[in-house]
């Protein structure tokens, strides 16, 4: 019999080309008069943020912009924002771009809401105390599924580290995802952003808590990702290339977000808070290695991953290992870097094993793992 389990989607999902045009009327409906736009400052320099703004006005609304989003955002940064959208007597927030201004937004929306200053003393899960402000979130990458998440990963200053701060309350009230958005996204942020894509999916359909709907979900989004991530980097206006990658991303978002992340992401967080480096380019790095480690423990699994895959396999056995070497290949062909090639040596490696046995999802891990294990898997990508 199926184990009792608990699966809820806050967040109002509406998908397709122009979606976004609808959130003139969703405010209008929740009669707000003043808006937060918090973006990052590639993103304010597009054509889309005067898009949005202007469905904003169109709604009768005023709108102060926050743009200083760091790629991994800073407590500092939310602070900030916080404090500009108090200023500004703000009802509601609107996120626009990737997963940095998203999970900055969402603990921006804690702060204002509950009128305080730090975000540090919501890390955890289930700290935040009751109903936030609306908070809308656009999407312009294939990547973090933020969108439909309810953590926020933020960097703390002082300690160097991602803390997570994580609420059913703290999730978008409506998410408005074109993937029409995704087409000017350079093939760098692409490769990058759909290898963290593929590494929700993989950890969610591994990882303890995993139910049948979440894997699903996973299983689906795997599926996507592997088919098109290739042809996006290639060819960034293949609209279906883009628009399966925005899928994948979104169901990889929904599946996470009920099963968990696990031992990659511990790692990715450790490694990518202390050198300051993209969170999807460290789930990369890791993430086969971490498979590898995995398979002993959920061959089954890692089989129908390999068969999501689209690969042929003759055991369990084997499909766990050609499903270890076809993420590998694939972080290749869309040509991200090794760990050797940044800016960490081994001495690091100790101080980073010990920051992700720390982690709140280790214990999501399929297999059982240590802080010497974590140690010895640095060191393998390292010698990759």
């Known amino acids: 019999m199926t184990d009792a389990f608990t699966f809820i989607l806050p967040t109002d999902i509406r998908y397709g080309k122009d979606i976004t045009s609808e959130l003139s009327s969703l405010l209008q409906e929740r009669q707000i008069q003043q808006v937060l736009l918090v973006t990052d400052p590639g993103i304010l320099k597009t054509p889309l943020v005067d898009k949005v703004i202007g469905y904003i006005k169109t709604a009768g609304a005023q709108v102060a912009v926050f743009s200083e989003v760091s790629p991994n955002p800073r407590d500092t940064e ?40 730090s975000i540090k003393e919501f890390e955890g899960s289930g700290k935040v105390p009751g109903p936030l402000s609306p908070y809308f979130a656009i999407p312009t990458t294939a990547g973090t599924g933020s969108e439909v998440t309810w953590s926020s990963v933020i960097n703390d200053t002082d300690n160097h580290y991602k803390m997570t701060i994580k609420s059913t309350y703290m999730a978008a009230t409506v998410a408005l995802v074109d993937p029409m958005l995704t087409l000017t996204v350079p093939p760098a942020i692409t490769a990058s952003t ?26 689906q989004s795997i599926e996507l990702i592997c088919r098109s991530l290739v042809t996006a980097y290639r060819e960034s206006d293949n609209l279906h290339a883009r628009d399966e990658m925005m899928m994948g991303s979104l169901l990889g978002g929904m599946a996470f977000s009920h099963s968990d992340v696990a031992s990659v992401h511990c790692m990715a967080e450790a490694l990518g808070g202390s050198l300051d480096l993209p969170h999807g380019l460290c789930n990369s790095i890791l993430l086969p290695y971490v498979m590898e480690f995995n398979a002993p423990a959920a061959i089954n699994k890692f089989s129908h991953i390999a068969a999501a895959m689209g690969l042929d396999f003759q055991s369990e056995s084997e499909g766990a290992e050609k499903a270890v070497g076809f993420v590998k290949d694939l972080a290749a062909k869309v040509e991200l870097p090794q760990l050797k090639e940044l800016a960490v040596t081994p001495d690091d490696f100790p101080q980073m ?9 280790t214990p999501s891990n399929a297999r059982e793992i240590s802080e010497t294990d974590y140690l010895n898997l640095f060191h393998k990508a390292y010698q990759a």
């Open 194 to 219: 759909g290898m963290d894509a593929l590494t929700h999916a993989i950890e969610a359909y591994t990882a303890k808590n995993a139910n049948p709907i979440s894997d699903a979900l996973a299983l």
């Open 78 to 117: 939310v602070s900030e924002g916080a404090r500009l959208g108090k200023e500004a007597n703000a009802q509601a927030i609107v996120a626009v771009g990737g997963g940095s201004p998203m999970d900055c937004a969402k603990s921006i929306n804690v702060l204002m809401s509950l009128g305080k200053d």
């Open 353 to 361: 094993a010990a920051i992700a046995m720390k982690n709140g999802s």
